[in-house]
Nanobody, 119 residues
Framework: VQLQASGGGLVQPGGSLRLSCAAS????????MGWYRQAPGKQREFVAA???????KYADSVKGRFTVSRANAKNTVYLQMNSLKFEDTAVYYC??????????????WGQGTQLTVSS
């Protein structure tokens, strides 16, 4: 599965941004898509995921601010990010895989897209 992410950029605190990620290739092998992020000097961490059936999972740090959704017909996953904070600054990685035990078990990764929250 190939993943192409887009939508990163520079946003002020409190602002909003939407990331998109389109999947292609062996998409029959996946039933979940999602996002991880990696801030400078930190490990990559889970952000959000959505199953093909619409089930979702969020990291506690983004609950209530971020919304993950999926357009199955377009094999695309979105991450709507609202009320952005400085600590949301990171490289965001799209991923795809299987929905296991209420979250994603990713086995494919896209290139990262940078989000910078700065005033």
């Amino acid at each position: 599965v190939q993943l192409q992410a887009s939508g990163g950029g520079l946003v002020q605190p409190g602002g909003s941004l939407r990331l998109s990620c389109a999947a292609s290739g062996s998409i029959f092998s996946i039933n979940a898509m999602g996002w991880y992020r990696q801030a400078p000097g930190k490990q990559r961490e889970f952000v959000a995921a959505v199953s093909s059936g619409g089930r979702t999972k969020y990291a506690d740090s983004v609950k209530g601010r971020f919304t993950v959704s999926r357009a199955n017909a377009k094999n695309t996953v979105y991450l709507q990010m609202n009320s952005l904070k400085f600590e949301d600054t990171a490289v965001y990685y799209c991923n795809a895989g299987r929905w296991v035990s209420g979250t994603i078990d990713p086995d494919s990764w896209g290139q990262g897209t940078q989000l910078t929250v700065s005033s």
